[in-house]
């Protein structure tokens, strides 16, 4: 979709939103949503950090690093990816206190999803990692730089555009997780909404108003993406055709 | 200053798997000297250049820059292969350009040549930066040094690389079909700049090129390579006005024939 | 730490849940492949329907799988239907892939190259046989492991049935822990079991896509 159709969609659903306030059938519900929703975006935020240090980590840890990191990046990248995100987030919350480790849930939820959203992440630096091409290596080695001065100055730059849209994907991905930590205690949107529908039964206003406030906050960072994209890639791409 | 060659390839053997690319190489590069390679695709000619850079590993043999082992360091008293850090020294005096530019298309062109003079050499920025500026304006591209390379058509991207090599201060210079990607008009611009290098610097240069006019003019001996050894080498008037072995006639035959 | 008993104890309750866990899958993907299929061929059949179907589409994957379950579960109720928490939990699983499997689909589809269609049109194909014939067979080899890919993912999310008490692999799992105040061994029995069954299913899938690149089809 083009970036034109995502903002016209995020000013749609935030004036639907607006106009559904108007209603007390649905102004009812508005205040202890957005409270959750708060916390839907701290965990987001804070989780899609993690993510994005794990990824490269682990990334760079599979491609250069000593058969002993390798080996450990791999295990982390297949043990994220192969069980799913409940299952992570359980583990932490329910198993890890019987070793002596209690975290708190906020903690739990950050560490769970930033970690499972980092193993995809890893395999995406990869990729755009391997997918510079192999004269920007050879010209750095003629340049006679560093293995780590080639990584930092010529390739990470070039792949970090490379990254730009499947992180975009995760970034969401991990948005849509968040709802997960409602299992967790955590009186994230997803919570909030499970509540709010429990006490009074009004499941059609309030699903529809947490559903707009999900798909408003994707769009903010589908767009924030793509915008991000379009700077970073205004130097490579300009005059391409000349 | 040493009576030693700038570069000695000491039998020096290059396989793929079953396919030998070059065949126990022996050749000497004098201090100074300007050596054109040609030979037909696949003649291992472009590899020479390739593992003078380090860009590939030798399977036999020793290369000798200045004198001292590149690909191997003495230790005890006998030559075991090269670590890291004793490529990287011996590298630091060979520079190159390639045939597809590799300039970093994140940087400008006046970036580009900034990058390893900062990075590797240590050098404070203005100093790299008044080193490029003076590099670019003799490569004729004073006025596009803050350009990105997708601004710039082939032979100034080219230029730019050359400038590029030249900030490192290398004392030979390698330069892979530089002309080849180029379009036939931005051929000229390219080599004019290798030329006046030629004349200006004090450099060992050693090209593989398919500009036959060019190697003429420039190189003060020509390397005819075949199957992964040289068939033939010597001056140009003499390599090219009485060629001694067969292959050589023919490839030149047949170079001539498609202008 | 690791109590092999009762690990032992709780295994075939664990493996009776399981199977409940893969039905659920089975189902959800079927429903998911299907409606993808005919949401991209109705993009395609019916040119007014692109815009629509694409804020539908982008819709459900914007928004979170868990909310989706709940909503499904909770409304129909209110349109005085009443569905099984597991009818409703698959539903939700299938819709949800629709989405990304109708995406799957357009772009096979798309991918084919404009030049086919026309050497079709050149010859005086039907549309109908230049589809069943020319498009499909090409469509086929790059569609089979994306599907995979998803059908991986979608395993991987039945856990959240769990939230609207079905009783699958996870909701299994904690019940136990909450009856016996033991979590780690039901938890990461669990965990094992999707580790294994999803590199297995990865190993199947880089088959699958070996076999079908293998065909001289392009």
């Known amino acids: 979709m083009g970036i034109r159709t995502l903002i016209v969609m995020l000013v749609a659903s935030i004036l639907l939103i607006a106009f559904l306030a108007l209603k007390p059938a649905y102004s009812l519900f508005l205040p202890g949503l957005l409270e959750g929703a708060l916390l839907t975006a701290k965990i987001t935020v804070l989780g899609c950090l993690l993510a994005v240090a794990m990824g490269v980590l682990a990334a760079l840890g599979k491609l250069y690093g000593p058969a002993p990191i390798r080996w450990l990046a791999n295990l982390y990248i297949e043990i994220f990816r192969g069980t799913s995100a409940l299952v992570q987030l359980f583990w932490l919350f329910f198993v890890l206190p019987q070793f002596g480790i209690s975290l708190e849930p906020f903690t739990v939820a950050v560490l769970g999803l930033g970690l499972n959203v980092g193993a995809y992440g890893a395999e995406c630096v990869r990729g755009a990692v391997t997918s510079v091409a192999r004269g920007q290596w050879e010209a750095a080695t003629a340049l006679n730089m560093t293995r780590a001065q080639m990584l930092r100055r010529i390739i990470l730059p070039q792949a970090f555009i490379a990254m730009i849209p499947p992180w975009g994907n995760l970034f969401i991905e991990l948005l849509k997780s968040t709802a997960l930590v409602s299992l967790i205690t955590l009186s994230d949107l997803a919570f909030k909404a499970q509540q709010m529908n429990q006490t009074t039964m009004k499941t059609i206003p309030i699903f529809t108003l947490v559903l707009l406030i999900y798909l408003a906050m994707s769009l903010v960072i589908t767009i924030g993406m793509r915008y991000l994209e379009g700077r970073m890639s205004k130097g490579l791409a300009r005059g391409r055709t000349v | ?259 | 730490m690791w109590d092999w008993a009762f690990t032992l104890e709780i295994l075939p309750t664990l493996a009776k849940a399981a199977v409940i866990s893969i039905e659920a899958t089975l189902i959800g993907f079927v429903l998911a492949a299907v409606l993808g299929l005919v949401l991209a061929l109705v993009r395609i059949a019916i040119p007014w329907t692109a815009w629509p179907i694409s804020v539908l589409v982008e819709l459900i994957r914007s928004t979170p799988l868990l909310i989706q379950i709940f909503f499904l579960y909770f409304v129909f109720p209110s349109f005085g239907v009443t569905l099984d928490a597991f009818t409703a939990g698959v539903l939700a699983l299938g819709i949800h892939y629709a989405a990304y499997c109708s995406e799957v689909y357009r772009a096979g589809f798309d991918n084919i190259h404009r030049g086919q269609w026309e050497a079709s049109t050149a010859l005086n194909l039907s549309a109908w046989t230049t589809f069943k014939d020319i498009i499909i067979p090409q469509a086929i080899p790059p569609i089979v492991p994306a599907l995979g890919n998803y059908l991986v993912a979608l395993f991987k999310e039945t856990p959240l049935l769990s939230a609207i008490a079905v009783l699958e692999l996870m909701q299994t799992a904690k019940i136990i822990g909450s009856e016996t105040f033991r979590y780690t061994e039901p938890i990461t029995l669990v965990g094992i079991f999707f580790l294994i069954m999803s590199l297995v299913s990865a190993a199947f899938i880089r088959a699958a896509e070996r076999l079908l690149n293998r065909r001289p089809a392009r």
């Open chain 2, 1 to 259: 200053m040493t009576d030693k060659p700038m570069v000695r390839f000491d039998k020096v053997s290059k396989r793929y798997g079953p396919l030998t690319v070059l065949d126990s190489l022996e050749l000497d590069i004098h201090r100074g000297e300007k050596v054109a390679i040609i030979g037909p695709s696949g003649s291992g000619k472009t590899t020479v250049l390739r593992m003078l850079m380090t860009l590939e590993t030798i399977d036999d043999g020793v290369i000798w820059v200045e004198g001292e082992p590149l690909t191997h360091m003495e230790r005890n008293g006998r030559l075991v292969p090269a670590d890291q850090a004793h490529i990287r020294k011996i590298r630091s005096q060979i520079g190159m350009v390639f045939q597809s530019f590799n300039l970093f298309p994140h940087m400008t062109a006046m970036a580009n040549c900034i990058e390893a003079p900062m990075t590797v050499l240590g050098m404070k920025k203005a100093e790299a930066e008044a080193r490029a500026a003076e590099l670019l304006e003799m490569v004729g591209l004073g006025q596009k040094k803050a350009h990105y390379p997708s601004q710039l058509s082939g032979g100034q991207q080219q230029r730019v690389a050359i400038a590029r090599a030249l900030a490192m201060r290398p004392k030979i210079m390698l330069f892979d079909e530089v002309t080849s990607a180029l379009d036939p008009e931005l051929v000229g611009e390219v080599l004019q700049v290798i030329r006046r290098l030629g004349s200006e610097h004090d450099l060992t240069m050693l090209m593989v090129t398919h500009q036959m006019g060019f190697a003429k003019e420039f190189a003060d001996r020509i390397c005819f390579f075949y199957q992964g050894k040289i068939c033939e080498q010597g001056p140009p008037k003499e390599f090219f006005g009485n060629p001694k072995n067969e292959r050589t006639r023919q490839f030149l035959h047949a170079v001539l024939e498609a202008g």
